[in-house]
């Protein structure tokens, strides 16, 4: 196993992030944006039908998402074909859909990334389900009011405050994979470094998505904060205690990254409702998940269950309570 080494540790302890440049190689990445414009142009293929759309005519996959944004007026049409992810919505039912494809599989479980887990959590690890797509346009081509943290920048946040408490002993750690370059430019993340120190802080309720949380700006040391440039295929580590959070998107074209998070197995994920899996296991190899329609098939019951009523749709609501404090009105 590769994985971190000593020095790159003692980082990650100190800061509560870590930049692990080159993780993956273009060649890892070619094969998920073959798969992800084969789902965008079946998307868009609907779009057409129904008269949302012109038919796509870019040439990559940035390019034609452009194209699409462009024009749609809503984005989730498009947008949730592409997470990793069912939205966090109260009224989910089977129009909702997610994509969850082999290529993308083959990213949440590709060796070298769970190799550099492995050094952090241990052997035993669990694939949390609170993981996204987050693919952003330029911001010029969003509404004013975008705060959507998969579209638009993403608010200030600790990961640990988006689970319910039942994971707060949980050592679930943040994996988040440049698909693109990140850059200042095009919407890079942002950190604090130091702040995992800190205990989770407060949160206030968003007012525009479901599960929309964010830390109020005056709780955020901006003095201290870093702006995280990678490359493609480059991976930055996050405590789930550090404040981060992302820029704008000001370029020409995508800011594209998966967020991954991973916790050694039998501890609570903090979401329930949805499923993880077994990634790896040296004790017990035979409960590994290891194709994508296994993964699949977790989804589609978890959507059931909350489809049919046998558990409720309710995310991030620990933070409720607060909408009426002073840092949040
Ligand atoms: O990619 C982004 O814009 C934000 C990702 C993030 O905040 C996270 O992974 O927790």
Redo the contacts with the bound molecule.
């Keep these: 196993m590769a994985g971190l080494t000593d020095e790159q540790l003692h980082r990650f302890a100190e800061d509560g992030y870590l930049v692990v440049e080159d993780l993956l190689t273009e060649a890892d990445l070619v094969g998920v944006e073959a798969e992800y414009r084969r789902i965008l142009d079946r998307a868009a293929a609907g779009l057409v039908a129904q008269g949302r759309l012109e038919p796509l005519r870019g040439a990559t996959f940035s390019d034609r998402y452009v194209e699409a944004v462009e024009q749609i007026d809503d984005m989730y049409a498009l947008y949730q074909h592409l997470d990793i992810s069912l939205p966090m919505v109260a009224d989910l039912d089977w129009s909702h859909t997610l994509h969850t494809g082999p290529e993308v599989f083959g990213l949440l479980t590709h060796p070298r990334l769970l190799d550099v887990v492995e050094s952090v959590i241990g052997p035993e690890i669990f694939a949390n389900p609170v993981q996204?797509a987050?693919i952003?346009p330029p911001r010029r081509h969003l509404p004013d009011i975008a705060t959507d943290?998969n579209i638009a920048?993403?608010m200030w946040?600790q990961?640990s405050a988006?689970t319910n408490p039942e994971a707060d002993e949980t050592d679930m750690l943040?994996v988040?994979l440049a698909v693109t370059d990140a850059t200042v430019e095009n919407?890079c993340?942002v950190a604090e470094p130091g702040s995992h120190r800190d205990d989770l802080v407060l949160h206030c309720p968003g007012q525009h998505f479901s599960g929309e949380i964010y830390i109020p700006e005056s709780l955020v040391d901006m003095d201290r904060v870093v702006p995280l440039e990678v490359r493609a295929g480059s991976a930055v580590l996050?405590h789930k205690l550090t404040s981060?959070?992302?820029l704008d998107n000001d370029s020409d074209a995508i800011?594209w990254?998966f967020?991954l998070r991973y916790q050694p197995v039998g501890q609570p994920t903090g979401r329930s409702l949805f499923p993880g899996f077994v990634a790896r296991s040296a004790a017990y190899p035979e409960l590994e998940v290891t194709d994508a329609a296994e993964w699949t098939r977790l989804w589609r019951q978890a959507q059931a269950r909350i489809v049919n009523g046998e558990v409720e749709a309710k995310f991030n609501a620990r933070w409720d309570s607060y909408a009426a404090h002073a840092l949040c009105a």
């Design positions: 996204h987050r952003k943290a920048a993403t946040h990961d988006v943040t988040w919407g993340l996050l981060h959070g992302s800011r990254s967020d």
